[in-house]
């Protein structure tokens, strides 16, 4: 029966002030299993759940949807600076394009910081492990260890928390937290549930992703990074159960700029008493509520991206007819060129090289040079020297509106003109 405990802290003599050197009782809260819990979701809910889901098929089948990829792509380096240690950091999107490029063109070595790197570093290890996740015939405890690890690397406990912890108060102590996990030996048998939950299909995707995160982060089972793996597990659980291709959905961002209704909901999840009862379905349904609001706006957001981008792409489209015009050349290149093809793939990768593109189009370097020369001239790339034998093209529309979509999605009223970013975004590109 979910319910908080009572619990004894010894005094931690080294502690650097009075306050910080207290021992006293502290409760720490011990949640029901989801396995065999008797949920049933109030209509209300059911019908948000199954409008959520069907707004997220109608993204998924958006002419746009490959551009939409490269939006979460580019949204996970938002998290990554919102959600870890380098927080506060400055990593544009196009510093952190330079250092992603690097990782694949041997000609790019320069042009970026440090802390691009390491965003882009962590943003590949974040899809990696999300992607092997996804794969895995079933999830163990030991892939969500592993994803903690690929997450945090830096990170000096690795593996399942053997220790209490909390969240907020001190660091000394529990006794002034905000929310007290379960105790250590709770953890393991309570992370077996949550997986055994994970790999089963008792409720709808959206629902079981809601539940699988406020579960997860009720056991808060690492000593740190919690929030990180607790939000990728969102998209897992979406992405196996067939309902995105890949991780296409901020909602994670939206319950960063929600904070405050995030909290609330998830202390709503924590009910008192047998599951089951009016109080558990109530609280239960109120995280839900928050949960799938977070969805809908998120798949607004993504679908304004889809949208702003397919007049992009119909805007590159009338530029490139003229300037083929101008040049002699028939209006309309072949539906498989090579310039063709560039287009329809720089919204997922608006930073390339002529290396790059012959290796994600599979032709010669004389083609790709040809293909970014063509779009250079049409204005739809910009050249940039990156080194000193090797010449970038950005696609800096591209750039401008995942910058605009990132200032919206950290603005609580999805609108920085009504509200400003509540955290560290790209400045507004200049007009």
């Known amino acids: 029966m979910a319910g908080y405990l009572e619990a004894s802290w010894v005094a931690a003599w080294e502690a650097p002030s009075k306050r910080d050197r207290r021992g006293g009782v502290y409760h720490p809260y011990s949640p029901d299993p989801l396995m065999g819990m008797p949920f049933v979701v109030s209509p209300e809910i059911g019908q948000a759940a199954a409008r959520g889901e069907d707004l997220i098929r109608r993204l998924v089948a958006h002419p746009a949807s490959h551009g939409v990829d490269g939006l979460a792509r580019f949204l996970l380096r938002s998290e990554a600076i919102a959600s870890s240690r380098i927080e506060g950091l400055q990593a544009s999107p196009q510093q952190v394009a330079l250092a992603e490029l690097a990782e694949c063109d041997a000609g790019v070595s320069k042009g970026f910081t440090a802390t691009a790197r390491l965003v882009a570093n962590n943003v590949t290890a974040l899809r990696r492990a999300v992607t092997d996740l996804v794969a895995a015939e079933t999830v163990s405890t ?32 529990p006794l002034d937290a905000e929310f007290v996990p379960p105790p250590p030996g709770q953890v393991g048998p309570l992370m077996e549930d949550l997986v ?127 300037f083929r015009e101008a040049q002699g050349l028939r209006p309309v290149p072949r539906a498989d060129s090579a310039v063709v093809r560039l287009l329809e793939l720089l919204p997922a990768v608006p930073l390339v090289t002529a290396r790059t593109v012959e290796r994600l189009l599979s032709i010669t370097h004389p083609a790709a040079r040809q293909a970014l020369e063509e779009l250079a001239g049409a204005g739809i790339l910009h050249p940039k020297q990156v080194e000193r034998n090797t010449r970038g093209y950005l696609a800096r529309e591209i750039f401008d509106l995942l910058t605009l979509t990132e200032r919206r999605l950290a603005s609580t009223r999805w609108d920085t003109r009504e509200s400003p970013p509540r955290r560290v975004t790209p400045a507004r590109p200049q007009r």
């Not at 089963?200 to 995160?213: C, D, E, K, S």
């Not at 202390?267 to 558990?280: F, L, S």
């Open 142 to 173: 030991a892939d969500i260890v592993a994803l903690h690890k690929a997450l945090l690397p830096d990170e000096k406990q690795h593996g399942l928390r053997e220790v209490q912890n909390w969240v907020g108060g001190g660091g000394w102590h």
């Open 196 to 322: 055994s939950y994970i790999n089963g299909a008792g409720h709808t995707p959206l629902i079981q992703a809601a539940l699988v995160h406020a579960q997860f982060e009720t056991i808060h089972p690492f000593t740190d990074g919690n929030g990180r793996v607790g939000r990728a597990l969102i998209h897992t659980v979406l992405t196996r159960r067939g309902l995105t291709p890949s991780a296409i959905l901020p909602i994670s961002l939206v319950l960063l700029t929600r904070s405050d209704m995030y909290v609330d909901g998830l202390e709503a999840y924590r009910y008192i008493g047998a599951p089951g009862t009016p109080e558990a379905q109530t609280s239960l349904n109120a995280w839900l509520q928050v949960f799938l609001s977070a969805t809908t706006t998120a798949v607004e957001q993504a679908e304004r991206f889809a949208d702003e981008l397919t007049q992009l792409h119909a805007d590159w489209a009338e530029r490139h007819r003229h």
